[in-house]
């Protein structure tokens, strides 16, 4: 256990859902690491909620994460706000503040490029990509097994996406507080979330295609973009990406969006993403299927903590055991994986270890979702970084 003289000092920007749920719990779990002296939302009302419940003095919380950054004396900051979070965090770096950022990093190359200068200047890894499929320990376990596996065939991965409000029944969350927040605020970000897109895919781009970059590759398929990208190096060719059925352009139920490539090696991969408004309870699963077997790793709800992710190997017996069958086996994580990211954070901070994953690792996994994003974008017209991405 790290001495309390070696918490980091947080500060939190954005209390909405995954907050609630999952982040503020685990802060304050992990006492012994961890110090929480700030929080920031635009919703009064909610900055108030959350910071007399987690015990934040009043002048410590902020409607704006700049100020809050400058002001509050925080180590480190939890990114946990919508939309791209290239210029809170480019602000953070700049203050010699670390950054916890949430998905997505930011919109575009151009944000992340500046966010790279920025930590470059400080001289020190300062920014930790908080994607937690990285930090689940039956990915771990994959890796593992996969560095004994040299005929790796086929790569899928499977997204069964049901609403966010089935998702968190569970959480009892602060009612939604959107009519006391300050409505040019809410304008100002809009126009700057426009700004990014504009650069991300050109102006004028269709709301489809800017629904889809920021929502769906960005706002949730980016989870399977960096888990590609963390267990086998990441997709090296996109060369197919789908969106269906067509009524759902009208609207976001029954969206269902496919996407294919290549790992290094030339080994197929496949990413299937559904949005199932009505389906029990999100499932994802990763399954690789090599010459003697297949791995197969299920992850549940991301929002629900202590929810053990399962790594089922199923494989040929050893050679003159057997004369047939098969060998199943199934290894299940006792570890959270959103406290395991945390825990890499504290680490950064206090000890200037390179986290799992940072900028570098987010710029790619932005480059690939506009590659899938100007594929996605079929007949219509497409500029900006995606155009030549």
């Known amino acids: 256990m790290a001495a309390v003289s ?11 859902a995954v907050a609630q749920s999952v982040h503020l719990p ?5 006492w012994d690491l961890f110090d929480l002296v700030a929080v920031c939302d635009l919703a009064p009302s909610l900055r108030t909620a959350i910071g007399e419940q987690y015990g934040v003095p009043e002048e410590h919380r902020y409607a704006d994460a700049g100020a809050m950054i400058e002001q509050s004396g925080a180590d480190g900051v939890v990114l946990l706000t919508s939309g791209s979070h290239g210029d809170v ?3 953070a770096l700049r203050a010699g503040v670390a950054v916890f950022c949430e998905k997505p990093l930011t919109y575009t190359v151009a944000e992340a490029d500046a966010l790279a200068d920025a930590e470059r ?9 908080a994607y937690m499929k990285e930090h689940d320990e039956a990915v771990w376990q994959l890796s593992e097994r996969l560095a004994g596996i040299d005929d790796v065939r086929a790569v899928e991965v499977e997204v069964l996406h049901p609403s966010g ?6 959480a009892n969350l602060r009612p939604n507080p959107l009519g006391d927040v300050d409505p040019d605020a809410v304008s100002r970000l809009a126009a700057e979330s426009g700004r990014l897109l504009d650069a991300a895919l050109g102006a004028g781009t269709s709301d489809r295609l800017r629904q889809l970059y920021a929502n769906v590759v960005l706002g949730s398929l980016v989870h399977n973009t960096s888990l590609l990208r963390a267990v086998f190096g990441g997709l090296t060719v996109v060369d197919g990406a789908r969106e269906w059925p ?3 352009r009208k609207g976001w139920d029954a969206r269902s969006v496919e996407v294919t490539g290549e790992l290094p090696g030339a080994v197929r991969a496949r990413m299937s993403w559904h949005y199932l408004p009505d389906y029990p309870a999100y499932t994802e699963t990763l399954t690789v299927h090599h010459g003697r077997g297949s791995l197969r790793v299920t992850f549940g709800t991301p929002y629900v903590l202590n929810n053990p992710t399962r790594l089922e190997v199923v494989e040929a017996p050893p050679a003159g055991l057997a004369a047939g069958g098969e060998v199943r086996s199934v290894f299940t994580s006792t570890g959270e994986s959103f406290e395991n990211e945390l825990t890499d954070f504290h ?9 799992r994953a940072g900028v570098a690792e987010g710029r790619t996994d932005v480059l690939t979702s506009q590659r899938i994003v100007r594929l996605l974008a079929g007949d219509e017209p497409l500029g900006g970084e995606a155009a030549h991405a």
């Open 121 to 129: 200047e400080l001289g020190r890894p300062a920014l930790l990509l």
């Open 6 to 16: 070696d918490r980091v000092r947080l500060a939190v920007a954005g209390l909405g």
């Open 246 to 248: 067509a009524a759902a």
């Open 165 to 170: 409000e089935s998702q968190l029944d569970f």
């Open 89 to 91: 965090a480019l602000r």
């Open 347 to 355: 680490r950064m901070v206090m000890a200037g270890e390179r986290p």
């Open 26 to 30: 685990l802060i304050s779990r992990r």
